[in-house]
Nanobody, 125 residues
Framework: QEQLVESGGGLVQPGGSLRLSCVASGFTLDYYTIGWFRQAPGKEREGVSCISSTDSSTYYADSVKGRFTISRDNAKNTVYLQMNSLKPEDTAVYYC??????????????????WGQGTQVTVSS
């Protein structure tokens, strides 16, 4: 059974950093596009970043460009989201998602077939 599990969330002060991890079980992430999404209370789910499998091309939302970095470690079947210079507006539940059409990196939630349960990120002083 395909499963994604996120970890690494928590409470951090503005300007701080967190690294989120997304570990897959039941399938090999090598061939999948992986996306990171977030959803704040009362807001729609937003595409934050993604990475394709074929050429590791990446996408970042304008709101996180220059602060967040997505990477993958295929040996560990894990994708990371390094988040630096965090702001209060980054507070949300963060989800990773996977789709086997690894040739395309999409910021749309509908593209992805598999989802994790999410990890809470809170940026507050």
């Amino acid at each position: 059974q395909e499963q994604l599990v996120e970890s690494g969330g928590g409470l951090v002060q503005p300007g701080g950093s967190l690294r989120l991890s997304c570990v897959a079980s039941g399938f090999t992430l090598d061939y999948y596009t992986i996306g990171w999404f977030r959803q704040a209370p009362g807001k729609e789910r937003e595409g934050v970043s993604c990475i394709s499998s074929t050429d590791s091309s990446t996408y970042y939302a304008d709101s996180v460009k220059g602060r967040f970095t997505i990477s993958r470690d295929n040996a560990k079947n894990t994708v990371y989201l390094q988040m630096n210079s965090l702001k209060p507006e980054d507070t949300a539940v963060y989800y990773c998602a996977a789709d086997q059409r690894g040739y395309y990196c999409s910021d749309g939630a509908a593209w992805y077939a598999y989802w994790g349960q999410g990890t809470q990120v809170t940026v507050s002083s």
